[in-house]
């Protein structure tokens, strides 16, 4: 297995545009967590999904801001009509709910890289 | 709600000294609590956690943290630090539900930089 995979690492785009970021989580890991890190700050949780579920969501995600998983396995994070303020890294995370392989623990979030954010 | 505190934004430190980053947290309900390091151009790592059962939780590069429950806070500590522990450390709380953990709540993290 890869670990949690984000694509694009990296999105530079212009106020006012609309952007999607999407997540591979790892494969047997039914729970998915979307995440935002400003500079010099920690991250923020937006919000997660098991399986196809949204189960929470932030006050963070404001209308602009989408987040769908409709198969249970990856998942894309839409902004739209994005502001300066939106710049940031965007994190992605999976968990298992059930220790399957008992590579994974349930009560552990497995990060990717991340996607950087730049709105001009 | 909860919340996360980490009052040293940034700890110099000479290599080979001890070491302890500073964590304080809040919460109406048990919470389970985390450490995860972020080297430079990596992304996140779990360092340790803190479930339930014994107090004190280490890691496989020799951190070590102590949850105190009345103090409400979660301390990382190294008795010898190394140059390859440079890194912006943040620590985190969340609940866990339904089989899985719940979105983390991190602090600011703390960036700790080793002096040769």
């Known amino acids: 297995d890869t670990g949690v995979s984000q694509d694009p690492r990296h999105k530079i785009t212009k106020r006012g545009q609309n952007v999607t970021f999407r997540c591979d989580p790892i494969?047997?890991?039914?729970?998915l967590y979307w995440y935002r890190q400003t500079l010099g700050q920690g991250p923020e949780f937006l919000t997660y999904f098991q399986n196809e579920a949204q189960l929470e969501k932030s006050r963070l995600l404001s209308d602009r801001f989408s987040a769908e998983r409709p198969k249970g396995s990856f998942s894309t994070l839409e902004i739209q009509r994005t502001e300066q303020g939106d710049s940031a890294m965007y994190l992605c995370?999976?968990?298992?709910?059930?220790?399957?392989?008992?590579?994974?623990?349930?009560?552990?979030?497995?990060f990717g890289p991340g996607t950087r954010l730049t709105v001009l | 709600a909860q919340s996360v505190t980490q009052l040293d934004s940034q700890v110099p430190v000479f290599e080979e000294a001890p070491v302890e980053l500073r964590c304080n947290y809040s919460?109406?309900?048990?919470?389970?609590l985390f450490w995860y390091v972020q080297y430079p151009n990596q992304g996140l790592q779990l360092l340790l956690k803190?479930?339930?059962?014994?107090?004190l939780v280490e890691s496989i590069n020799g951190f070590e943290a102590e949850f105190n429950k009345s103090q409400t806070s979660f301390h990382l500590r190294k008795p010898s630090v190394h140059i390859s522990d440079t890194a912006e450390y943040f620590c985190a709380v969340s609940q866990y539900s339904g089989g899985g953990a719940d979105g983390l709540t991190f602090g600011k993290g703390t960036h700790l930089i080793i002096q040769p």
């Open positions: 919460s109406s309900v048990s919470v389970y």
């Open positions: 494969s047997e890991h039914n729970r």
């Open positions: 803190y479930l339930s059962g014994s107090t």
């Open positions: 995370a999976s968990s298992p709910t059930e220790a399957t392989s008992g590579r994974y623990d349930t009560d552990t979030q497995y």
